[in-house]
């Protein structure tokens, strides 16, 4: 256990606890920021380290690679004096203050927290998921869709948001066609991304068709879907399943110590960062099913460390 106690522990190393980094360090609250060590399976900088190109970040009109996005992020926030640690936090006790704060190898203590640990993709937990995943099956097209294994071959994205558009187009320099599964016969990405992939010769979009199992040999072979209309089933060969179904907020690490909603989004008083514990803020996808994007992930971290300064003067 580290002796000291912290003014301003950040967790999480997206948008959102960056942005608190940055301005709770040019309030000199010398914040320390866990990043994680590929926490929920997402490198540190968190989403947007999984993408191509962000178009919709204000101050880029030629759009910036997400990966370097958080780089910049991440250099700005150590500039102004944030201590960054490639830890991943395993358990808090928001029991009493000072709250501790505790990893793997060691223990923190803070006066005041700022939650920011975003969203992990979700699995479908298909029969035969288990026995392809990583051999056909990923939950991330931009890390794995450029391996040889996928070259020239039939490919299938499950979903119908804009993670799932930006798959398919991403997949279709690589694949022989892609096939876009929507469980729906609306789908609910952006009018743009919906029209980018339908005017992509490469992308087939199957609507109101749902999966219901992988099969394959050594790897990935095939998927059996299933067509909601007509209830007829059938195998599309595929040699990569790659899945775009949404994402579950980072919260387990909290063991119920905050309230959340049905879905395990933390909740926070309306227009404010405050969680049901003073002196514990939450900031961006953690707090968000809504909006769920870069911008407003920095939004809020700017306000969860606006708030964080104010608590933490008012004691
Ligand atoms: P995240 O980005 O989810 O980052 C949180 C990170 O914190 C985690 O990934 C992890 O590294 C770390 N962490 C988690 N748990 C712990 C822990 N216990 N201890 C320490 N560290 C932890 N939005 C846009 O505006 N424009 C886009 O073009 C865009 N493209 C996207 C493309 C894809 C493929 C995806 C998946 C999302 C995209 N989004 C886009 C959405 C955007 O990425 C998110 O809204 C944003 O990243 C949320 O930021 P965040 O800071 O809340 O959390
Ligand atoms: P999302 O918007 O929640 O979409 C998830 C998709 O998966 C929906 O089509 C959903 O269908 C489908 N789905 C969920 N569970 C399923 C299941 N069990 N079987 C089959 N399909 C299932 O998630 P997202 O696409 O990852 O986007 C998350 C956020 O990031 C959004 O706010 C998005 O705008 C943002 N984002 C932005 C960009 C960009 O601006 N370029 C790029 C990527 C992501 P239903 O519609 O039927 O529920």
Known sequence: MSDTIEQLIIIGSGPAGHTAAIYAARAELKPLLFEGFMAGGVAAGGQLTTTTEVENFPGFPDGIGGPELMMRMREQSERYGARIKTETVTS???SKQPFTVSTDSTSFTARALIIATGATAKRLGLPGEETYWQKGISACAVCDGALPVFRNKPLIVIGGGDTACEEALFLSRFGSGITMLVRRDVMRASQTMQQRVASNPKIEILRETEAVG????????????????????RVLPASGLFYAVG???NTAFLEGQLETDDDGYLITEPGSTTTTTPGVFAAGDVRDKVYRQAVTAAGTGCMAALEAERYLSAR
């Open 92 to 94: 808090v006790d928001l």
């Open 247 to 249: 994402h579950a907020p």
């Open 214 to 233: 992988v099969i394959g040999e050594q790897f990935l072979t095939g998927v059996e879907v299933i067509d909601k209309t007509t209830r007829t089933r």
